[in-house]
């Protein structure tokens, strides 16, 4: 449901306004941000984010992220705020960010800038991958 949607939201966004959108998981990201800014190429990495419109990160909260990915992360999210549009999906609420993020003080800023100005979406009910097991039985 939400990587679905998501997925929607972002070919619409290229396919009727010409938005420029990159998809990533979080982790992916995070991996990225990492590993430019070991060899040096974090400038050019984050020059090619800021050119985007729309970036989508999915999957928040599967993977418990490094410090130098949680802090280079929320650079990205702190460049998108109030500049492009960000997706992020995940199944936490976000009391528990801090787990994903590491540090109470960098969630509590990551979540102070995507709240502001957001549409949050809430998916009830059981998972879709879950219901189409049980039919397949």
């Given at each position: 449901?939400?990587?679905?949607?998501?997925?929607?939201?972002?070919?619409?966004?290229i396919?009727?306004?010409?938005?420029k959108?990159?998809?990533?998981?979080?982790?992916?990201?995070?991996?990225k941000?990492?590993?430019?800014?070991?060899?040096?190429?974090l400038?050019?990495?984050?020059?090619?984010?800021?050119?985007?419109?729309l970036?989508?990160?999915?999957?928040?909260?599967?993977?418990?992220?490094?410090?130098?990915?949680?802090?280079?992360?929320?650079?990205?999210?702190?460049?998108?705020?109030?500049?492009?549009?960000?997706?992020?999906?995940?199944?936490?609420?976000?009391?528990?960010?801090?787990?994903?993020?590491?540090?109470?003080?960098?969630?509590?800023?990551?979540?102070?800038?995507?709240?502001?100005?957001?549409?949050?979406?809430?998916f009830?009910?059981?998972?879709?991958?879950?219901?189409?097991?049980l039919?397949?039985?």
């Open positions: 449901g939400k990587t679905y949607l998501a997925t929607l939201i972002s070919l619409n966004a396919h009727r306004y010409g938005t959108v990159k998809f990533f998981t979080l982790a992916s990201l995070a991996n941000l990492i590993e430019a800014n070991q060899n040096g190429s400038p050019r990495l984050i020059k090619q984010l800021e050119r985007l419109d970036l989508i990160l999915d999957e928040l909260g599967y993977i418990p992220l490094h410090k130098e990915g949680a802090e280079l992360l929320f650079q990205v999210i702190s460049m998108c705020y109030e500049n492009k549009s960000l997706v992020i999906t995940t199944n936490l609420q976000f009391g528990q960010w801090n787990h994903v993020f590491g540090d109470p003080i960098l969630t509590e800023a990551v979540i102070d800038r995507l709240i502001h100005h957001s549409h949050l979406l809430l009830n009910g059981e998972s879709f991958r879950y219901k189409e097991s039919i397949q039985q």
